[in-house]
């Protein structure tokens, strides 16, 4: 049963580096996709524009690089309390090397954002949704192995669910990345996720 449980995550894997390879190739060799994109962009700041712009500007800084210390900080500790050693370095190793390396991706494809925001730097992948995905993901696979408690379980894993979703949908609310970096970002957190599971699915059966 892990044998094939680890098959599973390794399809996942596949499937997002797919994914991603694609999204990174239409959007260096597809010029049209950014006429595509903007339209799309429009459409749901359109829509999410009737709700107060507060929502959007706390869940982007609350995803930002510079406010992740003190998630990773307590997840680590938690980890350790319980010594769970393994599992709280590979936490923040995903999580910094998914910083590292969307870093250098964008400084590869080199997109410009959106014409309609004033941020700087390039736009793809989005950095805020790829961290997000991977660290939160990660936390939602740890609480559904050891958590105990049902409805914990189920509470825990929607509220971070919810949380990544949020971070994603403010960053096109505001305007600062594009429909399809958000995506490329979902898929190469998601990614990082099932490559944390495999490892410690592997360590665990040793």
Request: proline fraction near 3%; charged fraction near 10%.
């Amino acid at each position: 049963m892990k044998e094939n449980s680890v098959v599973v995550n390794w399809n996942y894997v596949t499937l997002s580096l797919i994914i991603f390879a694609l999204f990174t190739v239409a959007v260096l060799y597809m010029p049209g996709l950014r006429e595509i994109d903007t339209e799309i962009l429009k459409a749901i700041r359109k829509f999410l524009g009737q709700f107060p712009n507060y929502i959007p500007v706390f869940f982007s800084n609350y995803g930002g690089v510079g406010n992740f210390w003190w998630p990773q900080i307590a997840a680590g500790s938690v980890l350790v309390s319980h010594r769970k050693f393994l599992k709280a370095f590979l936490l923040i190793f995903f999580t910094q090397g998914s910083y590292i390396l969307i870093d250098v991706i964008k400084n590869l494809i080199c997109r410009e954002r959106p014409g309609l925001n004033i941020y700087s730097g390039y736009s793809f992948p989005s950095g805020h949704t790829t961290i997000t995905m991977c660290f939160y993901g990660i936390i939602i696979y740890l609480i559904m192995t050891h958590t105990r408690s049902q409805f914990w379980r189920i509470f825990l894993s929607v509220f971070f669910g919810f949380m990544i979703f949020m971070v994603a949908i403010s960053r096109l609310w505001l305007g600062v990345h594009f429909p399809t970096d958000v995506l490329a970002g979902l898929f190469l957190g998601f990614l990082f996720v099932n490559l944390f599971i495999i490892l410690d699915k592997f360590f665990a059966a040793r």
